[in-house]
């Protein structure tokens, strides 16, 4: 697999450079989702003014300050760009998000192939306002919009033998120049249980901040699981595929001591370099006390249920 460079501990000054989408894309795409006809105009996202904007309000939202848009987009970890966090938005401009087409298949009745926008035309959109907790110790509150993936998963039927949802980036080199080093052995892939994937808070987002998803965020289509740290969120996904046993997934596979399977917010298991106990809320300002990180990320109450029984300091 090459030789591979394990992240370190997050540099803490932030120089957040932003891509943002050129405005006639967005409402090319936009007209094309039908998103500003077809969707019911009433309890409007409270922020953004993209063409996702008149987006409704969905379930599960916090109360607590939306994280300032730049930083959203202009400190991420997408090491397809490269492994500083501005370097997402300073190279992912190579991205091309359209036309893309997705495959969903494996332990199903119904595969797809389908085109992004076709697969999510049929469904109404809406804003979530979830937390982000990275592995790394710093996170966020934004804004996304997109469906539960609960809803485009039963539209192929899985069989009874489908155990495990396993998801796929993009792998191009000349779209994703970060992919010709061997930082990861590439395509990133990302992995849940059945019943994770199928759980109404798991989303598939397309949007953020009333806008579509800016490319240094997965554009067009990236997973959202709000209780799991970020590493677990895939984006720019090209296959969904239903297995009976659990796949091998990337940051599992490259160091299973630090990123555990299921991943799950858990400050009670420390990261082998660092203490996962409390977080660092990014806009807040390098001297602003840390936060403590709650269990499941806040989202016990909706998940805590799918571990029963389970070590979640052994099975992390």
Request: glycine share 8%.
């Amino acid at each position: 697999m090459g030789r591979f460079r394990y992240p370190q501990p997050p540099a803490w000054e932030i120089t957040p450079r932003p891509v943002f989408e050129g405005r006639r894309r967005l409402l090319q795409v936009a007209a094309a989702l039908g998103v500003t006809l077809a969707l019911p105009r009433r309890a409007p996202a409270a922020v953004g003014e993209g063409p996702l904007a008149g987006v409704p309000r969905g379930p599960y939202a916090t109360d607590e300050a939306l994280t300032a848009r730049e930083l959203v987009t202009g400190y991420n970890n997408f090491y397809e760009f490269g492994t500083g966090k501005d370097d997402p938005a300073r190279h992912a401009h190579t991205l091309r998000p359209r036309p893309w087409r997705v495959r969903i298949d494996g332990a199903v009745r119904d595969p797809l192939e389908i085109d992004v926008d076709s697969l999510l035309r049929p469904a109404g959109l809406e804003e979530r306002v979830y937390r982000l907790r990275c592995v790394e110790g710093w996170s966020m509150v934004v804004p996304w919009i997109g469906l539960p993936l609960a809803r485009v998963l039963r539209r192929v039927e899985p069989l009874g033998s489908a155990r495990f949802v396993e998801f796929t980036t993009l792998h191009d080199p000349e779209q994703m120049p970060g992919q010709a080093r061997d930082v990861l052995p590439w395509p990133y892939v990302e992995a849940l249980r059945l019943d994770e994937a199928m759980h109404p808070l798991t989303l598939l987002a397309v949007g953020v901040y009333g806008d579509l998803l800016p490319n240094q965020n997965g554009a067009p289509l990236r997973l959202v699981v709000p209780w799991k740290y970020g590493f677990k969120s895939i984006k720019s996904i090209v296959r969904i595929r239903f297995t009976e046993t659990r796949p091998r997934t990337t940051w599992n596979q490259v160091a299973p001591r630090e990123y555990g399977f299921y991943a799950n917010v858990n400050p009670h298991v420390d990261h082998p370099r660092w203490s996962q106990a409390r977080e660092r809320r990014l806009g807040e300002g390098l001297f602003a006390a840390r936060r403590p990180t709650l269990m499941f990320n806040g989202y016990a109450e909706q998940v805590a249920g799918l571990y029963a029984g389970m070590d979640l300091r052994r099975e992390y």
